[in-house]
């Protein structure tokens, strides 16, 4: 990749993930780039085709990886669907690897997921624009590991799940931390675990139709 518009990405990268996207001026971009405002024009044209460009210059070799694990989690079932568990480890999992890997930076581009989450549909745009066939196959295989949960309950337990990953990417709360004794400590590996477990259980939680049958639940 050109060296120029390799530090323009790695600096956007690191703003955009510090300060979000809304808060960070493609002057502060290129000052902290060491290049003219010519160079972000002729490489990314926009401010918004520059986070499109950072977003996939991770993204795409994740979903390749996502998809190359729901492949093998899919051969292993045979005729059975892949179970829940594994239709999300294989979602979730390579971005946590991501981070893991001291060379790829992979922590600032995780604290950027959470970021954009927080900030609307800019994440969601890119997605649906560049990944729908990724995301069409991880809906079909939720629907078949699923087959019971109604589509407008499977609908908002996704958007619960996507809350929880975007608040795990963003690392453990200091908020949290600041009226608990919980320490603000993160362990990829370990929050790769609690996030499959969790979302799992969620996923499963039985159907409830008004606050009355959530107390009858409840009591029992």
């Not at 210059?57 to 829940?84: I, K, M, Y």
């Not at 609307?120 to 560049?130: K, P």
């Amino acid at each position: 990749m050109n060296h120029t518009k390799e530090r323009i990405l790695d600096t956007a990268e690191r703003l955009f993930a510090q300060q979000g996207y809304a808060a960070t001026s493609l002057r502060s971009i290129i000052a902290g780039a060491g290049v003219n405002l010519a160079a972000v024009h002729y490489h990314f044209h926009s401010k918004e085709a520059l986070l499109e460009a950072v977003v996939l210059r991770r993204a795409e070799p994740a979903n390749q990886e996502r998809l190359n694990l729901l492949d093998q989690f899919q051969q292993a079932a045979g005729e059975v669907p892949v179970p829940l568990e594994k239709v999300i480890e294989a979602f979730v999992a390579p971005t946590f690897r991501m981070a893991l890997d001291p060379a790829s930076d992979g922590m600032v581009f995780m604290r950027l997921l959470g970021r954009l989450h927080a900030e609307g549909d800019l994440l969601s745009g890119i997605l649906i624009s560049q990944f729908s066939d990724m995301l069409a196959r991880f809906g079909a295989a939720l629907r078949r590991a699923l087959p019971d949960l109604p589509q407008e309950e499977l609908f908002w337990r996704l958007n619960f799940a996507i809350g929880a990953l975007a608040q795990t990417l963003r690392g453990a709360s200091k908020d949290l931390a600041a009226i608990s004794d919980l320490s603000p400590s993160f362990d990829s590996e370990k929050a790769l675990e609690r996030l499959v477990v969790f979302l799992s259980a969620g996923f499963r939680a039985p159907v409830i139709h008004g606050i009355e049958e959530v107390h009858a639940v409840q009591e029992r």
